[in-house]
């Protein structure tokens, strides 16, 4: 696990999306190795839902905690769904090669922590990661053997609907997560696979089967 308090303070100018060098060194193919599976999926679509009911159903997987500068919404807690960092923090691990991969989303930074990964998949364990698209393609890049999972809703009016219902968000955040989620349904055909969080248990059971 990240230890939190090694982080040191440092400047957050000229932050853009890349991977970093820190799993150059593993090998991509290993049969002893757990299985990485990335998932993602515009904002709202229910990747959330369809995960935690997914690790109900399994217990061969671990879910990696990401970190990211956006504040909590209401219920969410520090180290079990984010772990929450100030930007100087967030660069601070950047520079301490922390992270497997980080972007800026919807004006936050967002980054998957690599030590508890390479612990997981080290001991033989499958990992998710549930990450936007630019950090999807950055791990694939680093690491071509995870398998990328993209999770589409049924229609962009519906994933709207769901974005609104949560009513977690202002209308300019909506607006914006609306824009990056057409951006990110170009990118569908690019995944390994693609399902449709149509019903929800049935798309719990269709990601399942694609975790072997
Ligand atoms: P939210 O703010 O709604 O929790 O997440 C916004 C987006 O950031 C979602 O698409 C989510 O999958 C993505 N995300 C969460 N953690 C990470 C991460 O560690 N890296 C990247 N690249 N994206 C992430």
Redesign the pocket.
């Known amino acids: 696990m990240l230890d939190m308090a090694d982080v040191m303070d440092a400047s957050t100018d000229n932050c853009k999306?890349q991977a970093t060098g820190a799993l150059d060194a593993v090998p991509a193919a290993d049969a002893k190795r757990g299985g990485l599976y990335v998932i993602?999926?515009?904002?709202g679509v229910g990747?959330?839902t369809l995960v935690s009911k997914l690790m109900e159903l399994r217990d061969d997987v671990a879910l990696?905690v990401?970190?990211?500068t956006?504040s909590p919404r209401p219920g969410e807690v520090d180290g079990k769904n984010?772990f929450f960092l100030t930007k100087e923090k967030f660069k601070d691990l950047i520079d301490a090669d922390g992270?497997i991969?980080?972007?800026e989303?919807?004006g936050?930074f967002?980054?998957?922590p690599l030590d508890f990964v390479e612990e997981q998949l080290s001991a033989g364990t499958n990992v998710i990661?549930?990450?936007?698209v630019?950090?999807?393609f950055?791990v694939k890049e680093k690491l071509p053997d995870a398998t990328l999972i993209f999770i589409e809703p049924p229609s962009m009016d519906e994933l709207e609907r769901r974005i609104i219902g949560r009513g977690t968000e202002s209308e300019d955040v909506i607006e914006s997560r609306m824009r990056t989620a057409r951006v990110e349904m170009e990118r569908k055909m690019e995944y390994d696979i693609a399902v449709m969080n149509d019903d929800v248990d049935s798309a719990v059971a269709r990601l399942s089967e694609c975790i072997v």
Request: hydrophobic share 30%; aromatic share 16%.
């Open positions: 999306a993602s999926g515009p904002s990747k959330g990696s990401s970190a990211t956006r984010y992270f991969e980080w972007a989303y919807a936050n967002y980054g998957t990661l549930e990450i936007e630019q950090g999807a950055q």
